[in-house]
């Protein structure tokens, strides 16, 4: 008993509120500072995710560790409060996701280089601001980036017969490869109603979308589909052995 009350009494337990603002530097791109606080105090760091409301951090592990662990995310908090200006664009919704980038990948990026936290609105809230956070001297690249990311993406679409579908992607698939041959940076999206999408940068998606329309359009002239109304006793014959 007496060991387990020792082992007990080395453990420590902390709460560090710190302002929803501040969490992603404590985060930081793609988790490297919370993961070298944990690394240097040997604590377990507990930060909740950005979608929700809660601003406590939780810090558990022998007391020492929790003490250190502490210590660093309140040095971070600190000096980030003392230091950051914050400023607000507006950008079309519709640009937010590339803004944001595939798995946070454009925030991540803008927040390692720049050191500026990007906020970005939920994507099902009709809010277009977007806010920027970080030292001054960062704040004018990280805008740019920003607004270059926005600008400098698109979605266009095309309209086929859901049924053409398949003839333009293709045995595994080989068919859309070809037509995105040199732009793996384009997302292609065969959708339920029939339309296409294609997704990407400017230049990219441009490229893609002609050469969709034109396969399009050979395949109109070339293929036809009609529909036959047959006896459901016959089906088996048409069918054949399986």
């Known amino acids: 008993i007496n060991e387990i009350v020792d082992e007990q009494n080395k453990l420590g337990f902390e709460r560090v509120i710190v302002p929803k603002a501040f969490?992603?530097?404590i985060i930081g791109p793609y988790n490297e500072t919370v993961n070298a606080i944990r690394a240097k105090s040997d604590a377990k760091v507990n930060i909740p995710p950005l979608t929700l409301p809660s601003i406590e951090i939780t810090?558990?592990?022998e007391k020492n560790a929790v003490l250190i662990a502490k210590d660093m995310i309140q040095k971070i908090y600190k000096e980030k409060e003392a230091t950051c200006s914050v400023i607000s664009i507006k950008v079309a919704k519709s640009q937010h996701k590339y803004v944001i980038g595939v798995r946070n990948a454009?925030?991540?990026v803008i927040l390692k280089d720049c050191d500026v936290v990007v906020e970005v609105p939920p994507l099902n809230s009709e809010d277009e601001q977007v806010t920027l956070r970080g030292p001054t001297q960062g704040l004018s690249i990280a805008l740019n980036r920003v607004l270059e990311r926005a600008s400098s993406m698109m979605?266009?679409?095309l309209s086929s017969p859901k049924w053409m579908h398949r003839f333009?992607?293709?045995?595994?698939?080989s068919r859309l490869r070809e037509l995105t041959d040199g732009y793996d940076n384009v997302d292609v999206d065969m959708k339920d109603d029939g339309n296409i999408s294609v997704e990407g940068n400017k230049e990219s998606v441009e490229v893609i979308y002609e050469r969709l329309c034109a396969r399009v359009k050979e395949l109109n002239e070339t293929l036809a589909v009609d529909k036959l109304e047959i006896d459901p006793r016959f089906h088996s014959h048409i069918i054949g052995k399986q």
């Open 106 to 108: 454009g925030i991540n």
């Open 155 to 157: 979605m266009k679409q």
């Open 168 to 173: 333009i992607i293709g045995k595994n698939g």
């Open 23 to 25: 969490h992603p530097f």
């Open 59 to 61: 810090i558990t592990g």
